[in-house]
Each structure stands twice: as structure tokens, then as C-alpha cells.
């Protein structure tokens, strides 16, 4: 089938190439023309035969807003937009119901795999109604990987993204989790091999997956890490995850404290922890650390 | 070679006929005499030629304590003792100063597997003198899963147990990520087949593991675990975890949310939340909900 | 001075009565006719004399929304608009945009006090313009308790509610301090009295504060607390609190565990530790508490 | 009455101070010649008349072993020893069995009051059986603030030093609630005035309490606390804290959270974040920092 695909950075440029592997027509618009097949959204859609599937992969927020904006006024009643980006679940029923106006369908997919996936493919997580799912199936086909998992029609609108946002909150309580074991492990004296520790986990064990293989990796190339600052970004969805859990009244202790623990990776110095020596001063006489 | 084998319960029973696969002898011994090849401890160290491997494999504490006590009498210079069970990292170093007293050699060995060892192997961690591991190598040879991980020698005595415990901290940790991320999808309308979504996670995405196959499976035979209790009991090795953490002043906070989740889990009311209702209702006249 | 009072609930209510005590004018509306002085919202504002100082005291969301949109067409410029209720601080911004566009100033109060604050006064939290803060200062210094302390200029528009909303999130993880306490107390056996125990904190000591004397008076009529439910409401302002954490990046451990304790103390049984049980049950056969 | 002091450091010189003033007699021993009454603990038993009572003020451990071990053979049936240091509850149990053998008696007593105690008494926890409370009760009474609280006989041996490590453990959730406050509102633009939001919550506020006082005074000193570093140690009550709730299965999330907190500020660079950080450069080719 005939494919738009919108945004070709890192992510969207390895699927198209997915996606044309798998035999289908791909038509690309970017910014940059250097990446673009065509020179302007116009362009792109009067390219395109109706009905229409115009796949939006550009970042999360105005980006994509004004995308799905511009769209809504390029496109044609039957036609559908893909939010493949990384939208917060919120967006995606303003999109849906924006789109709904004019007749053009609105699915949302969230889509991991990072730079891994062009070689083993895009596990994918859409959101949306049966027909315009039924519609993009064979991009999803394309984009997924090879045997039966990786794709999966998670619910209404909105519900790819959330499912997506899931995710990648279990993805920092799992990291959160190896990372307190490792580093418990480089405490201890008697404990002479945790690289070696680690790789034996990966068969016969309760914990093997494929983070602790990447974990294994990342030590053969580091055995301490002793290269890199114990410094973590996050990206959002760790925020939306435990955001979400507060709206429906969610304990999630460990992706919590997962995220809160990379927020004071960031930071130079704690404000809090400036109070509790304060505090310990004013009662106790404590010593305290001054600059 | 040969091997006495003490405790035959499910576990020891299990790795009993996995080594006997391998074409070791395995004389084994057990309190209940239907499970035993022997009758009594001294018989087991008569009929095993020496120098002697012997295998405990006996719940932790005061049996393994008295097993090893017993086997120091027993024992000869030259044997070596293997703790196999689930002791304390603690109690490792204790027994091998008291084996060594009688020239005896102590490994201590973390075993996973559960119930999947006899077919898959056990994944094993061991601590101790190389000279030691190298006399009971062709026992971890045949435990230990086919091809090239799940063995490892992980430091000094106390080590093999040390690496284990954290293994199982790990464990609790990804059980919660997953269990947290669960109960989040299942809290959301849009969301309507939580099921598959796990399912869909098996292939291409960064949290797929060999737990999430199994959540898999259990959801597969109860969609919603609407027959089961949220009740979760925890076997001490989180705990100890834990506690090694606080003696090296490592923050674990995910595992330790792990553990105090299934703490909760276990009452059927909170007594602090009882506490939380009571200022509640001083402060400000909230109600509060009365037996 | 004269004020117009929207809201005359049980905090509303009082807060009447301590104005008037103060020898201010208060007339006050209410959809309950019974509680009001005036019988509609225009003719609250006829009676007023201008310019207006008008204090919002309804629920937060859509009744203040509703409240003070209104008020946007009845007041003059030059007026005043106070909004006292529990509103998210990020609504203010919103309300004094809209109310600045007719001319009309605002500050939003955090009020804290409950049902002590008619005798003791009210805690206040004001944000705003200081010549709008002025125009109320009479107002505030008749809420307020006796003495230099109990209120402040926090900040700009919005900056009260802020103020209160962290004050109450203090309050969360305070309460959850005391409860962790009470509940390891009450778990050991060799501590006999543990009533007595926390009434004799009330002096010398580092944790001495208003909660532990509500604490002593909870006890005091209920030793065990055997007549309460483990069971808390939350009220909003924790849920806030940690949502502008994650936005400021700032983490926030303890508050955060006080919230999701109330959380998970409202849930007959706990989704995410059925999932737990699963999983044990999966890989270990450990047993389950089946329903 | 007749008192023997061991230990006349900060904490115990002060004691000594304060017993005198109430007209108690006091003893004194130190290692210290220069704070000493006497030269030796021979000396301090044999100047000392019968029964005696002798107060050990000496580190928590080893120091306090040994001197118990000391006095267990100077002292006389009828004789009591208080521990008035920071020892484990576990130790009591211990040191008063030892004691008992020989028919001397013991309590505990936790002592709080810091460097406010001389002037303001100390707040006391004490365990043991009543006879022998009864015979140190002019002592207690002597150190305790004017008043009617501050001063509890919390159970058996080792309930005292219980209690008082409790205390602790609710004091670091108590800070950490205020520091976690106090970082918020100074992260967020709006609010412009932090150190009067804490001076003003002194007053009518549900969160008022002595170490809120300390709080404001430490920003009188230093508002934003620019001349502290965010670092806090821990003194070991706060472990055993989470230890006995680990052993008694108590979920403690906001004091482990406090505890967790202080060792983070304790690291230079965090191991845990780096495996983070390799992690996340691994599936995702998320750019790290490197040292």
C-alpha cells in the first residue's frame, strides 16, 4: 500500500526504510529536504491516491499539534492520521475528536524498539477504532517484528500511547531495579566479579531479559562504568506514567521512586538534603558540610 | 564423581536426578526415609569415598547451622562442605571458620530454578576458595543450564549466597514494575484488552523478560486474576537485601518499595492507616470510616 | 471594612464569624438560603459598596469557575476578587487573567485552620498584586491567629494556593511519620504503653509538634485505634503537590509514599499484588491465597 | 540521691550539670582526667555507697559493652546499671541477662534534648523491670523537662532505646517532610518570599512544631542556605529503625524514603545511575555524560 510518512529523523527515517522493505510505497516529508521525498505537506498529500493514511512521527507537543492541525485542513473525509510519536494519551482524543469533524480518522501508535528496530523491528501499540486500524494493518505488519507478538490494538484512542507510556515506565522500574543490584554488588568486598555475576544471569535465572543482556554489554565495554557520570535524562513518559496513576488513585511505588531517583541524578546538589544538614545543625550541634 | 546430597525435598529431590543425568553418583540423604538413599548422616559420610563433597541443601538456618555442625564431626581434612540452600551471606563466613578449624572446605551456592530447574538447568552463584570450587566443578558443570551463562564464581565464601540474595532483590523489584504497570492499564477505560498488551510486549520492546512471559501465562488462565488474593508472601532474601544495603548505605529505594508492598499486602488492616484516620478526623473533622 | 463573603459551609461559615468579631461588615451569599444574608449573587454586589472586595469560599473546580466567571460581569473595576477555596494554583493564573481584563484585581488565599480556626484563627497563604494584598489586608489580619505569625505574602498570583497545597503535602508525609511510628511501636512486644510513649514526646523532644498532641488525643480516646478503619481519603493537594514536583523535576520520596499509603489503603484488595502472586505462583509454585 | 556517671562528653557533662542543679550527688568518671571526679571505675564504684546506681553515657557498641562488662564485675547484688547511650534495643536484652547473673539490675533510657537539654531537660525513654525504674526515678525526674510529659517507661528491657530509636526514625520522615517542602517552593517562580511561607506556617498552621521553628531559624541565618552542601549523615538509628520494621514485616515507606535520601547525598556520583545511564545508552543510544 501507499504510505505519508512525516518526520524522518532517527526513528522515521528506519522505518520508512522498514516499510519499504516490506514492499510498500512510502512517500516522505521532512524539514529537512536533504531526508524528504517531497518539498511540503501540500506536496505530500496531493502525492498520496485517497483514501489516504498519513503516518505523523515528529515530536510530541506543538510539533505534532500543528502537524495533525495542518492535516486536518489538507486531508479528505476517509482518510486517516497515525500519531506514531510520543503523544501524551491526553493529546490524542483532541486529535481524534479535531480529526473527527472533517471525517478523517485518527489512530495512535506507540511504537518502541529504538535503534534496534529497523534491523528486528517496531513492537507497536495502537489506539483507535476497528476500521481505521483495519486500514493502516499492513504498515503495522511491515513495522512489527517477525512472529506473533509486537503489535496489539490496545483500545480506544489514546489507549496505544498509554499502553506505550506503560511500558516505558516498567522499562525504569526494571532499570532501577539492576542498577540497585549492581551497584549493592560493587559495595561488597567478598564480592569480586559482579560483571561476571551479571552475565551468568542470563540463562537459568528468574531475572533474565533483555535489559540484562544491554546490561552485560554496556559492562563489557565499562566493567565499573567508571566513564560515565551517574547522570540520567528522562523523557516524559515516566512523568505521564506516574501522573496517570495519580488520577486513578495507582500506588506505583518503585517506577516512582524509579523516576524521582533519576531527578536527583541531575542535580548538583540537593536543596533538600541542605535543609536536613541545616536541620541537624540547629538541634544537634551536627556537623555539617559547609562549601 | 560422586556426590552426598543432603535434603531431598523438592529442590534437592529435582537436583538429585539432574546430576544422576549427568552419570555422577549421588548418594543422598533426608530426614523422611522414603526420599533417602541412606539412613543417617554417618552413613552417608561412610559409603561416600573420600575425599568427600558433600552437598547441603536444607532450609536455612538453625538446620543448615546443625547439618554443617554435624558434618564437622563427621568430616574429614581434605572434604568440602557446599551450602547450597538459601543462608543468610552472614552465616557463610561463620561455617567456613569453623570448617576450616578441621581442615575442612567450605563453598557457599545460591541456586535458582525453582521449578523449572530439572528441565532447564539451575542457575548457580558460588563463593569460595578457587581451589574448592575447582574440586565440585563437575557438580555445577551438570546443574547449571546448557550453553555458555548461568554459573559463576562470585567471590569469597559467602559470596555465591551474597550474589543470589540480590538476585532475588532484582526479582522483587521487576515483579512490582510489572505488577504496578498492570494495575495501571487495568485502571483505565480506553484501555480495553490489558491482556494482549502484555502479550504484544513479548517481542521488539525493552521490557520483554522471561517474568513478563510468565505474567503472560498466568493471565492466560485467569484474564483478570480475579481468583486470586492480592496477598504476597516474601522468603527473606528481600529482606536481607535490604538489610545489606543499609549496612553499605546503598539507596535501593525500588526494591525496598517491592518489599514493602508485599508487607502491606499481608495485612488485613493498616494499623498506620488507622493512624493517618485518626489525625484525619482530629484536625479537621474528616470523616472516617468506623469498623 | 465590608466584604462580600461567597460561601458559607462549615469553614465559610466561621470564617464569617471571626471577620465579625473583628468588627468588619460581612454579607454573605450562599445557594442555601438558610445560611445567606442575601438571596442572590447580583444582589450581594448591589450591596456592597464600592470598591468591592469580594471572598470566593466554594469548592475548587467548577463551582470557583462558575463563581467567579460571574463576578467577572457583576463587579466594577477597581473591585476585588479573593479566592479562599482549595483551588489548583494553576487555576489562578486563569482567573486573574480573566478578572484583569474587566479591571477587576485578584488574590487567591490558602486557608488552613479547619475546625480550630474560628477560635484560633486561620493559617493564610495569599498571592497577588501587593496593592490588591492591601486592599484585603484587613480582612486577612481578622482571620489570622494573634501574634507575628499565620500569614503571608507568598508570592505572585497563585503563589497561595501553591503555598498551601505544599503546606498540606508537608502535612501528608508528617501524619505518615507519626503512623510508620505508631505501627512499629505497636508490632514489638517488649514496648508496653505505647500511648504513653507518644504522650510523652509532647516535651523535650526533637519530634514534639501540633500533630503529636492530636495524636495523643486520637489515643486517648481510642488506645488502639481498634474502633477505625485503615482507610484515608486525600483531599487533592497531595495528588498537586506531587504533579508540580514532576513538573520541577524536584523528587519528593517521602510525600510521594504518604500518598500512595492512602491510595492503597482504599483498595479492598490490591490489583498489583494479585500480579505479584501470579508470578511467584508461576515460576516457583509457590502457593496463593485464592479467594 | 547518689548517682555514678560514666561518660562526660557533651551529652553526659550536661547531665551531670543538670542532676546537680536538682541536688543529687554526682559521680562522675570519664577517660578524660580533665572532666573526671575520679580516676577509675574501681575508684567511682568503691566511692559510691550501696546499692548503687550507676549511669553509663558512653558510644553506642563496643565502649558501652565493655564498661557494662566492667561494672558487671565491681558492682554488688542489689546494685543497677542504666544505659543512658544509643544502643541497639538488641544489645539490652543482652547486657541485662549478663547483669542479672549477678544480681545487679538494669534499664535502658533513650536520651533526647541535644545541646537544648542542660536548659530545657531531656526528654527520657526507659525500659526495664518497675523495681529498678523506681530506683532511678529521682534521676529521671531530675533530667526531665518541667511539666508533665517527657519522661515514659516504655516496657521491658531494651523497650526504651526501642522507643527512642523510634523517635528517631519518625524525626528523619519529620525533616525530610519540611526539606522536600522547602526545595518545591523554591523551584517554582511564583512563589517569591519561601523563608516568611515557613515563618508564617509557625502559627495556626496543621504542620507547626518545634523542628518548623528550627527550620525558620536556620534561614534567618541563611535564606537559601547557600553556604551548606546537600549533605546528611546518619547516626545508625535510623538503620535499626528500618531493620526492626523489616523484622516485625512493617512497611516504613516515608522513613526508609528519609533514610534512602541521606545516603544518596552521600555520594559523590551514584553507581546506580550510571548502569542507568549505560542502560539507556544502550537500547536507545541516548547520548550519556561522560566524565
Not at 262 to 277: C, E, G, H, N
Request: aromatic residues 8%; charged residues 25%; contains cysteine.
Amino acid at each position: 500500500m501507499e504510505l505519508g510518512l512525516i518526520g524522518l529523523g532517527k526513528m522515521g527515517g528506519n522505518m520508512r526504510e522498514r516499510i519499504r522493505r516490506a514492499g510498500h510505497t512510502v512517500i516522505g516529508y521532512d524539514r529537512n529536504p536533504d531526508l524528504a521525498d517531497v518539498a511540503s505537506l501540500p506536496e505530500l498529500v496531493t502525492k498520496l491516491q485517497g483514501p489516504r493514511v498519513v503516518w505523523v512521527m515528529v515530536p510530541a507537543g506543538a510539533p505534532t499539534q500543528q502537524t495533525i492541525e495542518e492535516l486536518s485542513e489538507l486531508l479528505s473525509p476517509g482518510d486517516i492520521v497515525v500519531d506514531g510519536g510520543n503523544s501524551r494519551w491526553t493529546d490524542d482524543e483532541k486529535h481524534a475528536a479535531l480529526l473527527a469533524e472533517k471525517g478523517i480518522g485518527f489512530v495512535d501508535c506507540g511504537v518502541s524498539g529504538g535503534v534496534w528496530g529497523l534491523q528486528n523491528g517496531y513492537a507497536l501499540m495502537y489506539g483507535g477504532e476497528a476500521e481505521h486500524i483495519a486500514r493502516v494493518q499492513p504498515i503495522f505488519d511491515a513495522l512489527k517484528p517477525e512472529g506473533e507478538y509486537g503489535a496489539v490494538h490496545a483500545g480506544k484512542a489514546g489507549a496505544g500511547h498509554f499502553a506505550k507510556m506503560v511500558h516505558n515506565g516498567i522499562e525504569y522500574a526494571m532499570m532501577q531495579a539492576y542498577a540497585e543490584g549492581w551497584e549493592l554488588l560493587e559495595a561488597v568486598d567478598s564480592v569480586t566479579d559482579v560483571r561476571e555475576i551479571f552475565r551468568s544471569w542470563k540463562e537459568g535465572t528468574v531475572i533474565r531479559s533483555w535489559l540484562l543482556d544491554l546490561a552485560v554489554d554496556a559492562l563489557d565495554k565499562d566493567e565499573h562504568l567508571d566513564k560515565l557520570r551517574g547522570y540520567a535524562a528522562d523523557s516524559g513518559e515516566g512523568r505521564w506514567t506516574v501522573e496517570a496513576a495519580i488520577d486513578h488513585a495507582v500506588p506505583l511505588p518503585a517506577i516512582t521512586a524509579s523516576l524521582f531517583a533519576r531527578f536527583a541524578s541531575r542535580q548538583d546538589d540537593s536543596p533538600q538534603m541542605k535543609m536536613i544538614a541545616a536541620l541537624r545543625n540547629e538541634f544537634g550541634g551536627h556537623a555539617v558540610e559547609s562549601k
